[in-house]
């Protein structure tokens, strides 16, 4: 049995990995630390988790963590990077959910987070966790940066048409939708139900931490450089991406079924990644709850533009499953352990 | 591996069944049935389970299901009853989520489901399947009826009261709030999305068809004559069941400590009902997606009259969960078998 | 033109109140104050009253409200009656849309409130702002309490049954359901998205603050003690009240036309109080954004207890609307001025 | 008083016609049609209209109708065209909100609405309703197309652009949100609460009828050809169109202040189409229920790509409250008369 630690078990995506890691076969729950939640029962915050945790909150101290086989953060952005270095020393493995070692470039995450990197040097160290592009450095990797929400959606999108270089990189959108657990657990004014609910709006159009991170994968696997528009939207639904990606072939009589063959060879193998027949158009419900990507493709009226819709439970694929995933090839386990459920319909 | 067959496989009910047997560890899907989507794949209705089921619909028909050890049927009213009879001569169990078996008068199903019964010959034989009350019963039939939605949960939350003879039988009040997949999959105006949400409103306050269900299940309990006034509103979510249970108590002394107790004992040693704390709030999210009943009683300003507050899932503890709580406990199985998993929350 | 200044202007009960005014003929809005958006413009908070208008927020300092000729307060409990000596001195008319001047007693006002009460000597003066009730009290009221929106369902679907003393008013239930923003537009955890979508729950059963509100109005009109069991839920649309009101008949002969001729008779003249034919279930939605109050009676099974279904817009009848409606009788105008739109539907 | 009639008077178009117009101090509705709800009062439709509206519904005949000034159609695409050249001949004005008038080629219309035309001598006598290009060709018409709702947020955002010859018109990417009504009040499955809620999808992606309808306008406009790429997706809300338009930079020296007073100075006197300051992103909800369309330009990270953000509510600006802006002008009244109350927030 794996030991794990959960550091910071108050936010979605906290309960989300106790979900799921609740029946997980090889693993056991060993400590969940809140520093605001000390000795309080976790199913008392979480009341669906009654009957299947019976642990307390606890200091998210050293002593408390090294214990264990594995520590996932999901904290907010900047904490994990406080503790990590001091873990490792331990010999721990640790899966951070933020965004602490997303990026290579120590100035680039500076740039977009607002504040100094407290470890630069494990940035190179961090496997980037998307096991679509990086299984096997996963499998070795003692710290995994667990990838965004909409760059998983996004990237694993455009990824065959990058590596297979039939794209203008140069001039690649991405309209991107998520539900409002995206924005998190935290008490403001812009996530009230009264706010979300009947309501639609783009955000953050200038500039999205996710835009460099997206940019930073799909550089890292064309080799060439990346032009993005990236403009995510908040839509009144509590779980689901749904992205929506444009691009110009640059050979603009490769054909739909050209197209659609590329993405069914691309991901054959690939157990969550699920490429629909040629026209479809996925639901983001078609993945609640669950550790899928579904994607389906399409080229309008036969013009140069692709078009992929690209859907993921940003909960689940976009943050909890996928760092189970992570977990289970860290682990040597088969990588679907403890996944293999079906998402929720209706 | 139980070999299970499903008949009528295209509504909430049938998806929600899917959902849970395909993660059985003793289950076998063997056949599916839809008149109306021969030879389609299911999953091409329900993407949801691609990767999950490969089975096509297929016809109705005898021969069909005679395979099965077990046949679910999540068809309309009035459906299984005329199956059931040549089904059973074949010694194939049944399950039943429709209402065909639920009343032991014959005359009374009649009046409110508007037609002559099939087999009444039949209705003493089935087994109302509430395992709470009949357990031992449930696990030698051949035909169990699953509870109606709001009768679960309104049955579960008078219980222990109604057992102990603690409340006025004659004088019941249940106020239940249920979420629009109760009203199925079919295509009517009044289930329209733009019908339901920001909306709510009671419905079927002169009578609805629950009402003698819940009635027959307290008599049964109590010996008693029932006057209960039930009226059922239509809420703008998806899932879940909310019964505010009101009852006087025939000695007003009894403290809410008491009646905590009583909840407490009476439920104790059962899987899948959850006693909260006296003074909490069940919220029906606490349940999405699992096969849980949580309950908690109030007592307010210490008055005469008991507030139970119970909450289920009504696609699972109150429809396909329950179904396979029945067939665990007709089979031999541990009765939790392939039912715990968490809730999803949010 | 009636000058009018609104203190609190960032809630949505504000909001609310400005949508209203700017479109009624004989308003003209001259200060809205709010401590923590001085000198911001209005529509730069709401964006919905760009180009209806261009006020910004003021200090809620005595010399920007005493040039109105009435003031609104839209604030929490406890600010209207810290402010509203003054401002009666200097002969301006106040309207509190919170809770500072409903009750009566000043000690159950501190109870139920838990501070002292500011200004006690103004209680007896001030007048229930019901106008089904008050109406000629309130033509002639300096200081209006406006009710809350629970009571105004609760009240208005009683009322003609405690009037005319047809009830036992020892025993009555009150289930009521309220959409989201009757809670407020406050930063608080409960109240995300997430948290209210897709749940449904009761809260404040062992006692809230519209229980003594309620029952305060209700001993008035019978002159009886009145035992009231309030149950209110928390349910997942943005706006709506639906009051389920259960009450058992003196005389249980009395027949369903004759409890349905008596609500017609009494609400004959009320311009925005409507009895729908016996048998209807209103729908919330059916008063979206519209001042009305709709409602339908029932006596299930002929059995001996009436059912009452009645439903507001919690921000409209239920606060803002009625508020207006107030001014109006207050100012001589005929009542309904500025209020006879139609509801949003869908 | 302009004597109105309303063909079609069961959908959300048609309710919401009916909302405005009751309110609307130049109107007098004289006749509502239905064939299925015939002597049906339209309040027993519709309970939001009680109170504001006293007809019955009436036979769709000639002679009901040619009584009026005026006959909206709110039909279902193809049934006006069959009724329309009789109606005037008679004399009366039409104002269609389908799609049977709104273009100019008679073989893309029978292509994409797959059948004849019945009155293909009226396609150039028709004006395509959209004040803000064609305000004085509406004033002297006596047929109207009014547009589509997508076609309308989309033609707005892109009009000061393509009017300028700014951007390439050969690469135009729309990328469109709709609420739920859009899809109409049509009992399917795929337009079921629980089909839409919790859910986001992109649907008809290779081709959509607002697709040549949106091109028709923009190539009038600009006078060359238009490539355009138009993904419509549905979203769980009621009301709300949110286009997120996407177009390259003809010189990509151009800055977002420039592209900001392009737009400012386009819709300086326009009534109903708002610019928001440079950067916002505008909410659905900021316009629901009202005639608005509110505008946001961004130029992010000063690449050479536009991207503006365009809401409407697709019932008002997209539908009813536009065809009562297109009577206004053909009527000779002020062109916002009846359109002046405020969104509804929340």
Redesign the interface.
Known sequence: MIKVGLVGGTG?TG?EL??IL??HPEVEITAITSRSEVSKPVSSL???????LDLVFSEPSLSNLTACDLIFFATPNGTAMKMVPELLDTGVKVIDLAADFRFKDQAEWSQWYGESHACPELLSEAVYGLPEINRELIRNAQIVANPGCYPTATILGFLPLVENNWIDCS?L?A?T?S???GAG?????S?????????????A???HRHLPEIKQALVTVSGLPV?L???P?L??????I?A?L?A?LLDSDKSLEEIQHCFEQRYLEEPFV?V?ES?A??????????N?C?IAV?K??D?N?V?V?S?IDNLVKGAAGQAIQNMNLMFGLSETTGL???????
């Open positions: 979605y309960v106790l979900r609740v029946s979480f009341p669906s988790l009654r009957g299947h001039q959108i309209d939708k539900g409002a657990s657990r935290s008490a403001k004014i996530n009230l139900y009264c706010e979300v609910a009947e309501n639609m709006q783009a955000y159009v200038p500039g032009g528009t990236f403009v939207h839509t009144p639904m509590i779980r689901g749904h929506t444009y110009n699920d629909l026209g158009h996925p639901q983001t419900r078609s993945v609640k709850g669950a899928f579904r399409h309008p009226q013009r533009t078009v819709l859907v293999e459920f079906a998402p929720l319909l209706p």
